[in-house]
């Protein structure tokens, strides 16, 4: 009997967020993880994303991608819900429970993120604009509208919705892209809960495998 190949997924040659877990493959890593499933990784570089062998994978020409036998995969929600269906661990067996993990998924990508990536587009290419200034604060106000109601949400639970499931591991990763401005502090209950996704030991091993791309280590070392 065949054994199954491992799921191929890529990942930047040379991360643009300096190994801090950020990129969009780490979502993919981590639900892999979670669920037990050994993958494999190609690295790409951002010329070689734009090329036709990538983009026959990737339309859009980037990252991640997840090949498993036959079928390709882009985006990295629609592959995090891919490995969620496949494997146990990530969505609850209550058909309910089920269907509410799930809009937990999409409300990380398409209703906390958008903002949050404003604020990054915002800082990295407009900041010489002379409407940055006034700009900026409208940005951060977006954004901290939709922290608090998350927040009035989550109240003392550890999760959104009873046990994790991949609805947090898509909200945790989201929201860790606002760590580095100092947001995230100003709702401590979302901080604790950042925090305990982070401590998962699976996040912790994606995490490392990473962070080993960018250093030229390996996980363990």
Do not use: C
Not at 82 to 105: F, K, Q, S, V
Not at 133 to 144: A, G, N, S, W
Request: hydrophobic letters at 45%; a negative charge.
């Amino acid at each position: 009997m065949s054994v199954p190949m491992a799921p191929i997924i890529t990942a930047f040659e040379r991360s643009p967020d300096g190994g801090k877990g950020l990129a969009r493959d780490m979502r993919v890593r981590w639900a892999l993880e979670e669920v037990g499933q050994s993958y494999e990784v190609r690295l790409v570089s951002f010329g070689a994303m734009k090329e036709p062998a990538h983009r026959a994978l990737h339309p859009f020409g980037q990252i991640p991608t997840y090949e498993e036998g036959d079928l390709a995969l882009f985006e990295s929600g629609a592959i995090v819900f891919h490995i969620a269906e496949r494997h146990a661990g990530l969505l609850p067996d209550d058909a309910n429970a089920r269907a509410r993990a799930i809009t937990w998924m999409f409300a990380a990508l398409n209703t906390v993120e958008p903002p949050i990536l404003d604020l990054q587009t915002t800082k990295l290419l407009e900041r010489d604009k002379s409407w940055y200034e006034q700009r900026l604060p409208v940005v951060e106000d977006r954004i901290r509208d939709r922290l608090g109601e998350l927040s009035d949400y989550l109240g003392d639970a550890d999760w959104l919705d009873g046990a994790f499931s991949a609805g947090d591991l898509m909200m945790v990763a989201v929201l860790l892209r606002l760590k580095a401005s100092g947001m995230l502090d100003e709702y401590p209950k979302l901080s604790a809960y950042v925090a305990r996704g982070e401590a998962r030991p699976a996040y912790k091993r994606a995490f490392d495998a990473q962070l080993a791309v960018f250093t030229g280590k390996s996980p363990t070392g």
